[in-house]
């Protein structure tokens, strides 16, 4: 009996035993990080190491700590600067945070460089020689342009979320930043996904980097449960409203434009829910108090866009709304991987309009299955509109019986 339960203690995966440093487990076990997610484990043994790595994994899987620790741990033992990119303002926010309570243990500095916030604590923060900067492409390179960030420093490179940035449109600037760092150098890409444009950044900038793939490209989170609503636009509002008196716990809708968003927040208000708006015409203090409020309940829906959905990283979200169906169908498993995180259960419900039957096709393509149709007892429901029925149908004439002209009797 000692020896079964001997056994089966350690088949649980542990942070012992991968390379990390005696300092570093204190931290984890202070902060009750005991069992490493698959991401972390097969990551940071390779990533101590000193090799270039590739890592393809759902949101929500521990991505961050898994380049952290290294980062610190080699740096702690060597000059010059690691550097981490970020599609948004808030995953760099969220990663600084991350970083926080390693990098104060090894008594280092971290500098977070964000667009929309002020230049001049950033240019404060960064002439106390951080270690480690955590940057939006747009603002590292106003601060390589004045001289405030050297790159021939950097020894340790991260991009973070890479297919989110290549769909915001980064990849000129992060060529830029490439080209000017030193070939010398560590690096590690994290993505949900594996567009070709990945492939050649690896291919061109990355020496032999070594994939760790834990979820196939497009995968979703398993302990996501997914309906879809097939509904006219007129119809959308009612079942939203439906649909919200139905869930208790944080709900995240997304909306693919900033004026639908805030449209969106304004009526859940006036259906008397606590709701809250994140995009790009916020401010970075209300999207921050947006964030904060909706972490510690003050907001019940968080209303988003893709652009700024990469910093929510929320635990316990009990459901995303895709209020609009995304352009881009990779987008749908960043969306839903908001819920069901850390192991949680979470669900997800997308609307979609009648003539939007090819956008759902090209998001179970990606996702390899079919969404299950649901219908609202209290809202109709529709059909996809097909080719068919798309196409009006004549009847075909048919011949008059022969009549005789002359007098009707």
Known sequence: MNNSV??????????????IA?????????????????????????????????????TGT???????????????????????????????????EAFHEIVKSFKMEAACLIGGAPMAPQIKALRRNPRIIIATPGRLIDHMSNWNVLPQEVEMLVLDEADRMLDMGFLPQIELILQHLPKERQTMLFSATMPKEIV???????????????????????????ELYIVKKSAKMDLLRQVLRQYHGPVLLFSRTKYNSARLARAIRGMGHRAAEIHSNRTLDQRREALEGFKCGK????????????????????????????????????RIGRTARAGHKGHAISFAMPDQKRDVEDI??????????????????EEFITENKAIPQYKKKTKRPFRPRGRRG
Do not use: C, W
């Open 22 to 58: 005696p300092r570093i487990l204190d931290i984890l076990e202070r902060i009750k990080f005991k069992v490493p997610t698959p991401i972390q484990l097969q990551t940071i043994p390779l990533a101590i190491e000193g090799k270039d790595v590739v890592g393809i994994a759902q």
């Open 364 to 381: 179970e393509k990606l996702i390899k299955a079919t969404l299950p149709v649901s219908k609202h007892p209290k809202v109709q429901s």
């Open 6 to 19: 001997q056994a089966n203690n350690q088949s649980i995966p542990s942070f012992y035993g991968m390379g």
């Open 62 to 96: 521990g991505k961050t700590l898994s380049f952290a620790i290294p980062m610190v741990q080699r740096l702690a033992g060597k000059k010059g600067t690691g550097l981490v990119l970020a599609p948004t303002r808030e995953l760099a926010i969220q990663i600084e």
């Open 299 to 334: 907001y019940k829906v968080l209303v988003a866009t893709d652009i700024a959905s990469r910093g929510i990283d929320v635990t316990g979200i009990e459901l995303v709304i895709n209020y609009d169906i995304p352009e881009d169908a990779s987008n749908y498993v960043h």
């Open 200 to 226: 050649g950044i690896a291919a061109k900038y990355m020496q032999l980097p070594v994939s760790v793939e834990i979820a196939p490209s497009g995968t979703t989170a398993d302990n996501v449960t997914q």
